[in-house]
């Protein structure tokens, strides 16, 4: 069994999230060059941007080690060990279906009707075997070059190596519920320059 840990972030997402984060800066840089007075009550507002944006788009993750899965999302983080995961699906983002419930991935939605209908041939081909369905059949969110497809893989790939090994022949649970771990820096920081936005715009 690999017991190396992969990281799955969109490549998307984090060009997103630069782009934003520049935009800011240099909306905030040149407007404080050329006007301070008036561009200093939006400070706030374009920190609360590009906080938002890093957040949203470059933080999210989907973590997969020996133990288990990470789902890094926007204000938390859940980690699930391969015990607790009965079902690996991506009706609309990668959603692992486990004995604690059911828990989505921020990094990994599934792909727009429009993204399922530019599917080119080989995108369903050489995907894990617990992919395919009767007839081997493929969901449009298991896609290869999906957000969801790609995440979805990566999962799949482990959880056969973790499953084949024999380490779920007889599944046993450490914990009553999955650890999450909340983004208190994140959550406050949003929340301040929120309000600093709203003071600073109103007053």
């Excluded at 006007?35 to 999210?60: E, F, H, M, N, S």
């Excluded at 790609?150 to 046993?172: K, N, S, T, Y």
Aim: hydrophobic fraction near 45%; proline fraction near 7%; aromatic fraction near 6%.
């Amino acid at each position: 069994m690999v017991a190396d840990v992969v990281e799955y972030r969109p490549g998307f997402g984090r060009g997103l999230a630069v782009v934003v984060v520049v935009l800011c800066l240099v909306g905030a840089v040149s407007g404080l060059l050329t006007d301070a007075g008036t561009t200093l009550p939006y400070l706030p507002l374009l920190a609360l941007i590009a906080v938002g944006a890093w957040a949203a788009y470059w933080r999210p993750a989907v973590v997969v080690t020996p133990a288990g899965v990470e789902l890094r999302n926007v204000l938390r983080t859940v980690e699930i060990p391969w015990p607790a995961v009965q079902e690996i699906g991506t009706q609309y983002a990668l959603t692992l279906r486990t004995a604690y419930g059911s828990y989505a991935a921020w990094a990994a939605p599934a792909p727009s009707a429009v993204r399922t209908g530019r599917a080119q041939a080989g995108d369903d081909k050489h995907l894990p075997s617990s992919t395919y369905g009767p007839g081997g059949s493929v969901r449009p969110g298991d896609l290869a070059r999906t957000g969801s497809g790609e995440a979805a893989a990566i999962v799949r790939h482990r959880w056969e190596q973790v499953r084949d090994a024999g380490l779920l022949d007889d599944p046993r649970l450490e914990h009553e519920r999955p650890r999450v771990r909340w983004h208190t820096g994140t959550i406050a920081a949003t929340a301040v320059l929120l309000v600093a936005s709203v003071v600073a715009l109103v007053l």
